[in-house]
């Protein structure tokens, strides 16, 4: 069982900028793909952002990007999401998940809120 802890999310103005992180337990095959979700009040969850372990390589949700970047530091199993140009609708709390792929995500952390004023 992969645990997973996010933080950094806090109030922030429009304009400004935040880094997420994500701590993993461990780093394994059943947590291969780290991803960044978000969930804003009355919305359905969103995709931001995902990266594999093995692979190296990064998505970021075509919407998000230039402003949101996605990165890892393996030694820390720990993955961030660097947040820029925030606006009032970036306003969510962010999900951390993680699994083998994207599409079975596993295990997910019990999130962070970003707020973003105006």
């Known amino acids: 069982q992969v645990s997973l802890v996010e933080s950094g999310g806090r109030l922030v103005q429009a304009g400004g900028s935040l880094r997420l992180s994500c701590a993993a337990s461990?780093?394994?095959?059943?947590?291969?793909?780290m991803a960044w979700f978000r969930q804003a009040p009355g919305k359905e969850r969103e995709f931001v952002a995902a990266?594999?372990?093995?692979?190296?390589?990064?998505n970021v949700a075509d919407s998000l990007k230039g402003r949101f970047t996605m990165s890892s530091d393996i030694a820390k199993n720990t993955v961030y999401l660097q947040m820029n140009s925030l606006n009032p609708e970036d306003t969510a709390l962010y999900y951390c998940?993680?699994?083998?792929?994207?599409?079975?995500?596993?295990?997910w952390g019990q999130g962070t809120q970003v707020t973003v004023s105006s």
């Open positions: 990266l594999s372990w093995s692979a190296g390589d990064t």
């Open positions: 998940a993680a699994g083998v792929g994207l599409a079975t995500l596993r295990f």
């Open positions: 461990e780093r394994t095959f059943s947590n291969n793909v």
